[in-house]
């Protein structure tokens, strides 16, 4: 069983990694070229969350750090 837990983790990890790159990478070609990429505003997008998050006061602050909490650990692990 904890096999599967491991091999469920290190997928999830690796999705997480990816989709942090992706979004990076959204971020600046729309930075660069001043359009949308594929037809999605990566910036508008991220701009909401941050909106929806700061309309709901301490909240979303606390959302918020345990977002980047998550996101920290699972990128920055060394393995």
Do not use: R, W
Not at 1 to 22: A, S
Not at 39 to 61: E, F, K, Q, T
């Amino acid at each position: 069983m904890e096999k599967v837990f491991n091999i469920v983790t290190g997928f999830v990890n690796k999705m997480t990694g990816l989709f942090l790159t992706m979004l990076s990478f959204g971020v600046m070609a729309e930075i660069l070229f001043g359009s949308p990429v594929m037809g999605m505003s990566v910036i508008g997008n991220v701009m909401d969350i941050i909106n929806v998050l700061g309309d709901n006061g301490v909240v979303g602050i606390i959302a918020l750090v345990v977002l980047y909490q998550l996101l920290d650990t699972k990128c920055c692990k060394k393995e």
